[in-house]
């Protein structure tokens, strides 16, 4: 059995750390999984414990810039960027010194991903290991991500030494991840520092689209293999198809549904009228949305019975692209119109 770790017992969690074990910690987005960077066996236990690709490379949680510098070189623009934004969602791709983290943690590559979670208990355990930690979702590869220690629970409990008790997270989706290894900043991952954000200090600023070969190692997590699925297929609904999804569940009175919509959508449609039909809040916008998306999917996991889940689409900007990126990755980007 892994141990629910309280803020009381922070020293032993960090014990566990630098034993080469396994502890989850809280950060604002999602539970991350956490080893000791500077220790490849530890980190190759992640790899295991999540059934995570070898070649899928991982992000270090650090304490602050200063952390950053001794494994990576700073340039005046990613220094101004952590300042900026750290502690909070953003991690920055840079290049690395040479030998300065083994190749288990960055996938062979020259480059490594850094953030600075905004969760002070977190950054607390990372000072009393006294090592950065890596920190990929801590949840079953390809699942939806961990937003609260039964979460993690569910998945891992009893493959990794225990969860560092943060409570639910704030965001929800993971931190944006921000190429500044290249010519031109480019924005990897969708999160909740938009691209908008990021331009009074970089001025162009990339969103890349690029599609990660089979024998290529991506530069972040996410790009490369299927990711944030529960057991039910998704079908992502735009706002003018809610109609016609009342008129499917009608048809499929026998058949249990899960919905995930704001409560606007649930009442316009008249879903509210179907027995077969459980309802999962998104709240009222696409920031709501965001934090809510991992948990609905995680819940209707839990109902085996259900096997078709529909769910709201966002307007893609702002915080809406990271919950779209996410909820297309979950859908395997399958819409409703495409239902049999």
Known sequence: MSEIFQSEN????????????L?????????????DATNPDAVKKVYQAKGRPSDNPLIVHVTGPAQVAEFAEIDAQSK???????????????PIKPHALDPVVTGGLTTAAFRNPDTPLTLKLIEQAGVPLVGPSANTSGKPSPTKPAHVMHDL????????????????????????????PSVLRPGAVTPEDLTPILGEVQTDHHKVGKDEVPKAPG????????????????DAQWSKVADWVAQHAQQPVGVLATSAIFDSTKLIDFDNVDFISLGEDARTASHHLFDGLRTFDGKPQIKVIFAQAFDPTGIGAAYMNRLQKSAGNTYFDEIN
């Open 23 to 35: 502890v989850a910690f809280p950060t604002e987005t999602v539970y991350g999984l956490g080893a």
């Open 80 to 94: 101004q960027l952590m300042d900026t934004f750290w502690p909070g969602p953003l991690t920055i791709i840079l």
């Open 223 to 238: 790009m490369k293999y299927k990711h944030y699925a529960p057991n039910a297929q998704v079908y992502i609904v735009k």
């Open 157 to 184: 409990n009893g493959k990794i030494a225990g969860v560092l008790d943060g409570g639910e997270t704030k965001i929800g989706v993971e931190s944006t991840v921000l190429d500044m290894s290249g010519a031109v």
């Open 10 to 21: 922070l020293a032993d969690a960090a014990a566990a750390i630098q034993r080469g074990e």
